[in-house]
C-alpha cells in the first residue's frame, strides 16, 4: 500500500501568493459565453416555488415594474432603467 503525503498548508497567505505571475497569452481562448451577455445584465437566483410561476425573464420584469409603479414615490428609485422592449 502507498502512503500518501498530506501536502503542507501555507503559514502566511504571502508564502502562497507570488508577487508576479506570467500569463501566457499564445494559449488563450475566446470566451464562448460573451456572446450571451446582454448591456452589463444582472444575475438573480429565484426560489424553486418562484421559478415555478415566472418561467421567462420578461415575465419577472413585467411583474417587478407593475410593482414599482405601485410603490410611492419616497420609496421608488431616482432613475428606473427599462428595456427597449417594454411594452
Same mark, same amino acid.
Given at each position: 500500500m502507498k502512503k500518501t503525503r498530506k501536502p503542507k498548508a501555507p503559514q502566511d497567505l504571502n508564502e502562497e501568493l507570488r508577487p508576479e505571475y506570467r500569463f501566457d497569452y499564445r494559449k488563450a481562448k475566446p470566451n464562448r459565453f460573451v456572446?450571451?451577455? $446582454?448591456?452589463?445584465?444582472?444575475v438573480v437566483v429565484l426560489?424553486?416555488? $418562484?421559478?415555478e410561476v415566472f418561467r421567462t425573464p420578461d415575465s419577472v420584469n413585467a411583474v417587478l415594474r407593475a410593482l414599482i409603479q405601485t410603490m410611492p414615490l419616497a420609496m421608488k428609485p431616482k432613475k428606473v432603467q427599462a428595456d427597449s422592449k417594454q411594452e
Amino acid at each position: 500500500m502507498k502512503k500518501t503525503r498530506k501536502p503542507k498548508a501555507p503559514q502566511d497567505l504571502n508564502e502562497e501568493l507570488r508577487p508576479e505571475y506570467r500569463f501566457d497569452y499564445r494559449k488563450a481562448k475566446p470566451n464562448r459565453f460573451v456572446g450571451r451577455a $446582454v448591456e452589463r445584465p444582472i444575475v438573480v437566483v429565484l426560489d424553486s416555488d $418562484v421559478s415555478e410561476v415566472f418561467r421567462t425573464p420578461d415575465s419577472v420584469n413585467a411583474v417587478l415594474r407593475a410593482l414599482i409603479q405601485t410603490m410611492p414615490l419616497a420609496m421608488k428609485p431616482k432613475k428606473v432603467q427599462a428595456d427597449s422592449k417594454q411594452e
